[in-house]
């Protein structure tokens, strides 16, 4: 079986790491002219890190990251807790792995320590796909063309593999961009707690958190705004703006703020989930099949999931890749479009406009608090419990079927 993987973002790089191990010819296709991610922060929840562990790289990943304490939310201008989830003693052993924070380019990296040099091409920009007989082929811009057994789209929120399978059509816009910067500060400060911390505001919130072991703090500031007129969304910003942004908030925020040298602005963008990635011979992993907000912190970790699945059901049905992408669907899709929607949902709950509402809302976090701290706050348990090294491709209903 050869596979041809275009985008060499975490999915892309993350599924070529799980085809390799299983022996796979693969063949990686990104039009930038390395790998190279964006300087910034992630968040890899536990179901995320059982998969970096299946794959042999959690040790590497404890090594680069930060264990944060526990997950806080604040109020944007007095600091009070509204909810404190804990984490460092409490992931590894109601989920089986710990939750790590991690620079981009670590997490990129990592994975790309399973892929040898000859698997990816730089440069080559996908232009389209199509089908031959038992065979389908990627079109490149240079002219060239790479034909494989099947070809995945990893190529992010802005696909082409989509656009070509699907049809045309702009993700969303959400209403929401981001600031995001790190910041170097020499190990953990008093005006940074060695937690995921959630800052939540009016029309806005913060997220702050260590990585490089400490090291540097990384920061998402989240507002609302009508318009999102740049053409890209990944502009630079400058900490007057930022400052400006959050002006009235917590004076920590203003301390850690004061810090930033470069920043950068994202718009947010997104897409309703889908009935189905695939077609023929050709389908879709990570932002590419569902694009979503970052409030739950699950676009890498759903890319990485899909990933293991996909190699999985790919390996177990052999040459059968209709019963492979149909196995990879029924069980990723649910999962993904529940996480897109909850995600949107967050945006709403996080940015309350009212003080009336945002007591509400805290009181009812502190009250399940009391029940189980881990069903407060964000809520996403449910996304954590869920394990992709328990997938199995549903091969025994194919030998019953040639049976009967
Ligand atoms: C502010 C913010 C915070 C986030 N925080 C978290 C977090 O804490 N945890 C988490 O899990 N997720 C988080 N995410 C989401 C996460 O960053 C993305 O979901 C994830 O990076 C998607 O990976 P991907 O490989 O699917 O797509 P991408 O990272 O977009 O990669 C796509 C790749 O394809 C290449 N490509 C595109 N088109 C072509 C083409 N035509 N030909 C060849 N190559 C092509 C691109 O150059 C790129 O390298 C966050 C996102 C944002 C915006």
Redesign the pocket.
Known sequence: MRIGI?????????LTGCLLQRGFEVRL????QG???VG??????PN?VKVMKALGLLDKMLEAGFLPHALVGRNWRTARENFRTPLIDVCPVLYDAPFIHIH?ADLHAILASLVSDAVPSFN????GVRHEKNTAVAM??DGTEYEADVIVG????????RSELFGAEDPRFTGHM?Y?AVVPVGGVVDFVSPDTSFWLGPNGHI?TYYVRGGQAVNI?A?AETRTWVEES?NVASSKSEMLAQFQNWHRNIQTLFDRVEDVYK?G?FDRDPMTSWSKGRVTL?????H??L?FL????????EDAYVLAAALDGHGRDVASAFRDYEAERLPRTSRVQLEARERGRTYHLPSAFAQAKRDFTYWVRGLFNPQTSGIRANWVYEYDARKFRPNVADKSSRLVA
Not at 6 to 14: L, M, N, P
Not at 124 to 127: I, K, L, S
Request: hydrophobic fraction near 55%.
């Open positions: 275009i985008g060499g973002g975490i999915g892309g790089v993350a296709f990104e039009r930038a790998f190279g991610e910034a922060g992630i968040q890899m929840t995320a981009r080559v920009n996908c232009v490149f811009a990893a190529d992010g929120v802005r696909s082409i593999v981001c995001r997220v998402v989240v969304w994202w947010l992993l990570g932002d590419a099949a694009p979503m970052p912190s699950q676009g890498a970790a759903m890319a990485i």
